[in-house]
């Protein structure tokens, strides 16, 4: 015989289902709050990654004259070296490209944003599949960047020493560009004045395929960036199209 009446075994059960319905009710409260704070740190981190996706792109526009001068500089090598003749007028763009081809540009991104969402796990977060895997890939994209530079260089190195024989170089203050802070600022460039007959220099079987595999560096250095550049447009491009929860 149970030592409890129906009567309170019914005020027992009512008293439990209350208990339960307001841990319940808890959880989901903590639940929802959670989410909360998980929705504003990602729209925050958002905000903060369009303001980096940004400044990236004035960073891509700003070093893309300065690509184009490089390129009509080593031009102007290959023409020269090709036809085995170098014209007076022609002297200044081939030093110019002599400079150019000798020094590997580097290019780094301010992705401290993107590093910090991947980090923490707020890349998971984030719904649009667009952006997410735009983020993904600019972070890998650097790091192949990065990796594939040292190598790069090891050629254009070699070229330099070469060219050491033929030129003389010096620093010079160039124009004013974005520093990679962000601030104005003057560049350093070289100025080189070719020494020894150009007869000399162009007869060089070693420099000649020190000089192509230069370029070939150059040419992959190039692609890097525009992966890099074109990767901060896409992620640029999506959050302009985001709006963000309050």
Same mark, same amino acid.
């Given at each position: 015989?149970?030592?409890?009446?129906?009567? !309170?075994?019914?005020?027992?059960?009512? *008293?439990?289902?209350?208990?339960?319905?307001?841990? &319940?009710?808890?959880?989901?409260?903590?639940?929802?709050?959670?989410?909360?704070?998980?929705?504003?740190?990602?729209?925050?981190? &958002?905000?903060?990654?369009?303001?980096?996706?940004?400044?990236?792109?004035?960073?891509?526009?700003?070093?893309?004259?300065?690509?184009?001068?490089?390129?009509?500089?080593?031009?102007?090598?290959?023409?020269?070296? @090709?036809?085995?003749?170098?014209?007076?007028?022609?002297?200044?763009?081939?030093?110019?490209?002599?400079?150019?081809?000798?020094?590997?540009? +580097?290019?780094? #991104?301010?992705? +401290?944003?993107?590093?910090?969402m991947?980090?923490?796990?707020? #890349?998971?977060?984030?719904?649009?599949?667009?952006?997410?895997?735009?983020?993904?890939?600019?972070? !890998?994209? !650097?790091?192949?960047?990065?990796?594939?530079y040292?190598?790069?260089?090891? @050629?254009?190195?070699?070229?330099?020493?070469?060219?050491?024989?033929?030129?003389?170089?010096?620093?010079? *203050?160039?124009? +004013?560009i974005?520093?990679?802070?962000?601030?104005?600022?003057?560049?350093? *460039?070289?100025? +080189?004045?070719?020494?020894?007959?150009?007869?000399?220099?162009?007869?060089?079987?070693?420099?000649?395929?020190?000089?192509?595999?230069?370029?070939?560096?150059?040419?992959?250095?190039?692609? @890097?960036?525009?992966?890099?550049?074109?990767?901060?447009?896409?992620?640029?491009?999506?959050?302009?199209?985001?709006?963000?929860?309050?």
């Amino acid at each position: 015989m149970s030592i409890f009446s129906k009567q !309170q075994l019914s005020i027992f059960a009512g *008293e439990l289902v209350v208990v339960v319905v307001g841990i &319940l009710i808890a959880f989901q409260v903590e639940d929802w709050r959670e989410k909360r704070q998980a929705d504003r740190a990602l729209d925050a981190a &958002l905000a903060r990654l369009h303001e980096e996706a940004k400044s990236n792109l004035d960073y891509c526009a700003n070093w893309m004259p300065r690509r184009q001068d490089v390129g009509s500089g080593v031009e102007q090598v290959y023409l020269s070296l @090709s036809r085995n003749e170098l014209r007076a007028e022609e002297i200044p763009q081939f030093e110019k490209g002599l400079a150019a081809v000798s020094m590997l540009p +580097t290019f780094n #991104l301010q992705l +401290t944003v993107v590093d910090e969402m991947i980090s923490t796990g707020l #890349l998971k977060d984030l719904e649009d599949d667009e952006l997410r895997q735009a983020v993904a890939d600019i972070h !890998q994209a !650097q790091r192949t960047a990065d990796a594939s530079y040292m190598t790069r260089r090891e @050629s254009v190195r070699e070229l330099a020493e070469v060219l050491r024989d033929y030129i003389d170089v010096e620093l010079v *203050e160039g124009p +004013t560009i974005m520093s990679r802070e962000r601030k104005l600022t003057n560049s350093l *460039e070289l100025e +080189t004045r070719v020494v020894d007959d150009f007869d000399e220099l162009a007869a060089s079987r070693w420099f000649r395929y020190l000089f192509f595999e230069a370029l070939d560096s150059h040419a992959d250095q190039f692609g @890097s960036i525009d992966r890099l550049c074109a990767l901060a447009g896409r992620i640029d491009g999506r959050l302009d199209t985001i709006t963000f929860s309050n």
